[in-house]
């Protein structure tokens, strides 16, 4: 009984998984193909954003990270002429790099205090992409190069100029091994710590954790990833505008993982796909967008506090019997 | 004869001189000397208010003092960083019980053992073969403190649904897990019920005879008896030191502790 329970939750990730590499022989529409792309990097930007808030910090700066990733990307490749295959991880390490720079004045402050001082480096960062106007062309980066074709004679051949299903397949397997990597590192005892000190950073400083030098470490790995993010943004849409990284995307990406659930692993897969989808919805409306959002944000604080991804627990606890409940002095 | 005190536990441990403490004007702790010798079960006591918690935080590094010194294992460590008071061996609990909430008994055991042994982490986010033995030893190590205060029947328990007796062990235990040298105890029965702390006080003895010196702070003098030797604060002020059957009939504590007119 127990060994068949342990396989349905691999057997239904597997089959998961398998639908999303169908998913462009079954949708054709490019609009869609789109769609399904944007929604994934930006489950890489939040899922990142959750792994540094498992250390008890929420950053209102994610998007200025993912924003350093895209630009340095975008930049180096332009100008240097390096092939994007390159400049996307060194994106994440130059995110990561900014992140452990300003980590550590960060760290000083906790709480709502970190929030809002991670909110006005962002606002920093965006200010500063747009004074390198010289590189980044201020109002917005045109004539970044798309990824370089995977050439191997006889094997494959596969080009991204102008094709939407060739970045859908690069994207997937991206996503694939970021959320691994994060689902990794939070389940070891990097995870442990981090959940440690977000409890109580007075008991984990009293064994001996260094409560800064872990909290740097969780924006580092948080913004690393966002910057990987933001870079294959930026050679998928070729184009950038700060607007993009700003203030308000910043907010979004904290709805989006609060929406989700942030005490979940799938919280914000499950809270960006639902919000991206319903932003798309009302794209007519696109002013508003802060207003459904916030309205949506609203609902999900006061009906389902821990988010969708903790919906099924939530009910579980008001009407269903304790199941599973450990038992003192048994054996796990 | 039974050998005095300090022939038993000839060597200092833990030394403040003048350590001070102020919150604004006000003095918490006021040029305070003490030490602690290796070995010494040392408890400070005083009415609420005395600075005791303080000298706790201080010795932590929680707080900086204002003056003074702090000289631990012939180190001076004052104005350390609380995480590296606990790498040179000092572990402590707090007076509320203070804990990962939302881990269970034995996740706050684990988290715990931070410091031993030491992992990095690229081994713990590759989960290599070397990191897992380490993972088995501490579950290992983890147990047997549970074991010892008599935490292991509830391990998968959340820490926080625990009884509050429960959860102040939990926090020896944990302390335990930095294997400290000293380990400081901040009303380590405040609030217990009477059997939790006939078996606390048990637990106690046996940490002590593992070798662990301890420092610990209560209000309750009837708590006295089990320690080496008392030291009693008032007002941030050392006003009394010794035997605990001496420190009872010491005027000074009884005037501190019950006011002038029970003085005889």
Redesign the interface.
């Known amino acids: 009984m127990k060994g068949i329970r342990n396989l349905t939750k691999p057997a239904g990730f597997a089959i998961f998984i398998i639908l999303l590499f169908l998913i462009p022989l079954i949708i054709q529409k490019p609009y869609y193909i789109h769609i399904f792309i944007i929604t994934m990097l930006y489950i890489i930007v939040v899922s990142s954003l959750r792994t540094i808030a498992l250390s008890g910090q929420v950053s209102v700066a994610h998007a200025a990270f993912m924003g350093i990733g895209a630009y340095f990307s975008g930049v180096v490749s332009k100008e240097l002429g390096f092939s994007p295959w390159l400049t996307i991880p060194l994106g994440g390490l130059a995110a990561m790099m900014v992140a452990i720079l300003v980590g550590y004045p960060f760290t000083r402050v906790r709480a709502i205090y970190f929030s809002m001082v991670s909110l006005f480096g962002g606002i920093a960062i965006v200010a500063l992409i747009r004074v390198a106007q010289k590189w980044t062309g201020a109002a917005g980066l045109a004539g970044i190069p798309p990824l370089d074709p995977i050439n191997i004679p006889g094997l494959v051949n596969i080009t991204f100029v102008g094709q939407k299903v060739p970045y859908y397949y690069f994207t997937l397997v991206l996503t694939i091994v970021c959320l691994l990597v994060l689902y990794r590192i939070e389940h070891s005892r990097v995870g442990m710590t981090w959940k440690a000190i977000a409890q109580s950073h007075f008991v984990a400083s009293s064994v001996g954790i260094n409560e800064a030098g872990f909290r740097v470490l969780a924006l580092a790995v948080g913004c690393f990833f966002a910057g990987i993010a933001g870079a294959s943004y930026a050679h998928y849409n070729l184009v950038l505008a700060p607007g993009t990284f700003s203030f308000l995307p910043s907010i979004f990406l904290v709805m989006y993982m609060l929406v989700g659930g942030r005490d979940k692993f799938a919280g914000p897969i499950i809270g960006t796909a639902i919000l991206v989808l319903v932003l798309e919805f009302f794209r007519g409306l696109r002013e508003y967008a802060p207003l459904i959002l916030g309205a949506i944000m609203l609902l999900v604080v006061f009906l389902m506090p821990q988010g969708i991804a903790g919906l099924f627990d939530q009910i579980r606890a008001k009407y269903g019997e304790v199941r599973n409940r450990k038992v003192p002095g048994s054996v796990a | 004869m039974e050998k005095s005190v300090t022939e038993r536990y000839p060597e200092v441990l833990l030394e403040t001189r003048g350590l001070t403490k102020y919150f604004g004007g006000l003095a918490a702790v006021s040029r305070l000397d003490m030490h602690v010798n290796r070995g010494e079960i040392v408890g400070i006591i005083g009415p609420n208010g005395a600075g005791k918690t303080t000298v706790f935080n201080l010795i932590?590094g929680?707080l900086r003092p204002s003056g003074g010194k702090i000289i631990f294992d012939g180190e001076d460590i004052t104005g350390k960083?609380?995480?590296?008071?606990?790498?040179i061996g000092i572990?402590?609990t707090?007076q509320a019980a203070?804990?990962?909430?939302?881990?269970?008994v034995?996740?706050n055991l684990?988290?715990?053992?931070?410091?031993y042994p030491k992992?990095s982490?690229w081994e713990?986010?590759?989960?290599t073969p070397g990191?897992r033995k380490k993972?088995e030893y501490i579950s290992n190590q983890a147990m047997e403190i549970l074991q010892l205060v008599g935490l292991d029947?509830?391990?998968?328990?959340l820490a926080k649904n625990l009884p509050h007796g429960y959860q102040k062990v939990l926090g020896v235990a944990?302390?335990l897990?930095?294997k400290p040298k000293l380990l400081l105890l901040d009303e380590p029965i405040a609030g217990m019920t009477r059997d939790e702390i006939v078996f606390s006080l048990g637990v106690f003895e046996k940490i002590q005879s593992q070798g662990t010196t301890i420092l610990l702070v209560e209000h309750n003098m009837e708590f006295m008896s089990l320690c080496d030797r008392v030291i009693v604060l008032n007002f941030g002020q050392k006003i009394a030191e010794g035997l605990p059957e001496e420190v009872r009939r010491d005027e000074d504590v009884i005037q501190a502790y019950f006011g002038s007119e029970h003085a005889a």
């Open positions: 932590t929680v960083k609380p995480h590296l008071a606990a790498k572990g402590r707090f203070y804990l990962f909430a939302d881990f269970t034995m996740e684990v988290a715990s053992f931070y410091l992992f982490f713990a986010a590759l989960n990191y993972e029947k509830v391990k998968d328990e944990r302390a897990a930095v």
